[in-house]
C-alpha cells in the first residue's frame, strides 16, 4: 500500500507538471500574440520573441539533480511551437537568459561524467570541456533555424558570493580586471558558437535587487549599498556612495569635516603625523575618527608617537548587537576582550584581516527581522576571516613619496 501511495503521489506530481508547463506555452504564445496585434493597431511592426531561462529550455540536462533537490529541469517552454504569419514581415526570434554559473549543471563539465560520457549521441557537442560553451552549442543546434540571442548574461564583482562558478566564473567575488577577462571570454564563447547576439548585464549597479545570500538582512535596499550582495553588484557603470573621507592615510579631510553628521572624532588627530613623537609616551594613541557612507564603516586610528609599522599590532572590535558576542576567537589565542563582541579587525604583519562571530550574527539576524521567513544561510565557521578580492592600492592622491603605503578598502577609489 505505501508503495502504491508513492506511486500515485508521483504521478499526481507529474500531471501537475504537465498541466503547468501547458499553462506556461499558453502564456508564452498569448503575450507576443497580443504584442503584435498592438504593433498592426498602429501600423507598425517589431521582431517579436519571448524572454527564456536556461530552467525552461527545451533541451535535457541529465546532470542537472532530480526533484525534489532541484526543480530546475521539469518543464520546458519551446520557442519552435510559435510560427509567424508571411504578413508579419518583421520576424521573430529566440533569446535566452544564460549565465555561466546556474543553475547547477552549468558548472559541470560533461565529459567529465558517465551520464553522457558517450558524447557520440550529441555530435552537436564540440566543447564538452566547457558547460557553459557545451550548452550554448546544443541551444545553437535546437534553435538552428531561428536567430538566437542571449539576452542577459554577467558576472558580478561584489565582495560576497552566492555561488563559485567553473573556472571562476562565480556569482560574485570577482575583482574587476579578472572580470573584465571573463566576460571577454564569455562574449568571445557566444560568438564562437554562431548565436546572433548577446546582451551584457547590467549598465549599471541596482541598490534595490537582492540575493539569497543576504536577503536576511536586505530590507529598504534601495536606501544603502550591500556589497555583499552580488545582485546589486552587477553594473558596468558603478552606483557608489559618496565616500566622507580619502583612504590614503592622512587625517587632514577626516578634521576638516568634524560637524558632518557621519562622521565622528575621538581624541585629537593631528594631520601633521606625530608632531610631539618624542614627549609622547610609546604606543600612545593619538585619537581615533569613525565614518560612514551608505556603503562601507570608516575608520582612522594614529599613533601618538609615529606612523604605523608593519610590525604593529591593532585589534579592533565591533559590538554590534546587545547581550551576546565572543570573548575569544579562533586563531587569535593571544586577544581576549574584555568585552563580547561580534566583529573583529585585526592589523597584524603589515595585513588587516576582518573577523566575525558568524553564528551569533546570523541568529541575531534572524530575530532581527520581523514576520519573515528567512532561508538557511551557510555560516562561517566561528571567528574565520573573511578577506575582500585584491586590487591595486589607491594611495596617489598625493603626489608624494611620503605617502603611506595602503591596501585599497572598496572596489574602486572611493571619492569625494
Known amino acids: 500500500m505505501p508503495a502504491r501511495q508513492a506511486q500515485d503521489r508521483r504521478a499526481a506530481a507529474a500531471a501537475a507538471a504537465a498541466a503547468a508547463a501547458q499553462r506556461g506555452q499558453a502564456t508564452s504564445c498569448c503575450i507576443p500574440l497580443q504584442i503584435a496585434q498592438l504593433d498592426a493597431s498602429f501600423g507598425w511592426q517589431h521582431p517579436l520573441t519571448f524572454t527564456n531561462w536556461v530552467t525552461t529550455d527545451p533541451l535535457v540536462h541529465p546532470l542537472e539533480p532530480p526533484a525534489p533537490t532541484s526543480y530546475e529541469d521539469w518543464m520546458s517552454v519551446d520557442a519552435t511551437h510559435l510560427r509567424t504569419r508571411r504578413s508579419?514581415?518583421?520576424?521573430?526570434?529566440?533569446?535566452?537568459?544564460?549565465?555561466?554559473?546556474?543553475?547547477?549543471?552549468?558548472?559541470?563539465?560533461?565529459?567529465?561524467?558517465?551520464?553522457?560520457?558517450?558524447?557520440?549521441?550529441?555530435?552537436?557537442?564540440?566543447?564538452?570541456?566547457?558547460?557553459?560553451?557545451?550548452?550554448?552549442?546544443?541551444?545553437?543546434?535546437?534553435?538552428?533555424?531561428?536567430?538566437?540571442?542571449?539576452?542577459?548574461?554577467?558576472l558580478p564583482s561584489s565582495y560576497g558570493t552566492a555561488k563559485i562558478g567553473f573556472q571562476g566564473r562565480n556569482h560574485g567575488f570577482l575583482e574587476e580586471n579578472n572580470l573584465g577577462a571573463k566576460l571577454r571570454d564569455i562574449v568571445t564563447i557566444i560568438k564562437d558558437r554562431q548565436l546572433d547576439g548577446a546582451i551584457l548585464f547590467a549598465l549599471h549597479d541596482e541598490w534595490f535587487k537582492r540575493t539569497w545570500n543576504t536577503e536576511i538582512v536586505d530590507w529598504d535596499r534601495q536606501y544603502w549599498h550591500n556589497v555583499l550582495s552580488p545582485e546589486q553588484v552587477f553594473g558596468i557603470i558603478a552606483v557608489e556612495a559618496q565616500a566622507p573621507v580619502y583612504v590614503d592615510g592622512y587625517v587632514d579631510d577626516w578634521l576638516a569635516r568634524p560637524n558632518a553628521t557621519n562622521v565622528r572624532l575621538y581624541g585629537t588627530l593631528d594631520a601633521t603625523d606625530a608632531a610631539d613623537?618624542?614627549?609622547?609616551?610609546?604606543?600612545?594613541?593619538?585619537?581615533?575618527?569613525?565614518?560612514?557612507?551608505?556603503?562601507?564603516l570608516y575608520v582612522v586610528v594614529q599613533r601618538a608617537d609615529a606612523p604605523w609599522e608593519t610590525t604593529d599590532h591593532l585589534v579592533l572590535s565591533f559590538d554590534t548587537i546587545p547581550d551576546q558576542g565572543s570573548l575569544t576567537w579562533a586563531n587569535l589565542s593571544r586577544v581576549t576582550m574584555g568585552h563580547a563582541t561580534d566583529f573583529l579587525l585585526y592589523f597584524a604583519d603589515g595585513t588587516l584581516t576582518l573577523y566575525v562571530r558568524s553564528r551569533g550574527h546570523r541568529r541575531s539576524l534572524r530575530s532581527a527581522v520581523a514576520n519573515r521567513a528567512p532561508r538557511t544561510m551557510r555560516p562561517l565557521a566561528?571567528?574565520?576571516p573573511t578577506r575582500p578580492p585584491t586590487c591595486t592600492p589607491t594611495c596617489g592622491r598625493r603626489p608624494t613619496t611620503a605617502a603611506p603605503t595602503c591596501r585599497c578598502s572598496t572596489r574602486r577609489p572611493p571619492s569625494l
Open 88 to 154: 508579419w514581415t518583421a520576424g521573430y526570434f529566440v533569446n535566452f537568459h544564460a549565465y555561466p554559473y546556474y543553475p547547477f549543471f552549468l558548472n559541470l563539465p560533461p565529459a567529465d561524467y558517465p551520464s553522457i560520457a558517450n558524447l557520440s549521441a550529441h555530435p552537436e557537442i564540440r566543447t564538452p570541456t566547457d558547460p557553459y560553451a557545451a550548452y550554448l552549442e546544443e541551444l545553437r543546434a535546437y534553435f538552428a533555424d531561428y536567430a538566437l540571442i542571449i539576452t542577459e548574461v554577467g
Open 277 to 296: 613623537a618624542a614627549s609622547a609616551a610609546p604606543r600612545q594613541l593619538r585619537g581615533v575618527g569613525i565614518a560612514h557612507d551608505e556603503a562601507y
Open 382 to 384: 566561528e571567528g574565520s
